[in-house]
């Protein structure tokens, strides 16, 4: 079982940056992928971004060249960098993972970009 904890979220002005972090609750180097989603008012649950066991990394076309994913096994946690933030990034975000065929989330940090 896994649980995960995210952390991170606020609100930011257009243009701005914010750094999401999830905390797993068992050592991720057992885990292949971690990822993000992110679900916004009205709309499906989209993938935003994953990273691999091996640090090989996969970025939504909104975006990719303004988000980071990163992850550290070490201290069980991974990070989500999201620069150059747009009103359309608002949304509720949620770190995801799959684990001895099970898929876990954590409860969703929410992301706020308004002037």
């Known amino acids: 079982q896994v649980q995960l904890v995210e952390s991170g979220g606020g609100l930011v002005q257009p243009g701005g940056s914010l750094r999401l972090s999830c905390a797993a609750s068992?050592?991720?180097?057992?885990?292949?992928?971690m990822d993000w989603y992110r679900q916004a008012p009205g709309k499906e649950r989209e993938l935003v971004a994953r990273?691999?066991?091996?640090?090989?990394?996969y970025y939504g076309t909104s975006v990719k060249g303004r988000f980071t994913i990163s992850r550290d096994n070490a201290k069980n946690m991974v990070y989500l960098q999201m620069n150059t933030l747009k009103p359309e990034d608002t949304a509720v975000y949620y770190c995801h993972c799959t684990y001895a065929l099970r898929e876990y989330w954590g409860q969703g940090t929410q992301v706020t970009v308004s002037s």
């Open positions: 068992r050592s991720t180097f057992g885990i292949a992928d």
């Open positions: 990273v691999t066991r091996n640090g090989a990394t």
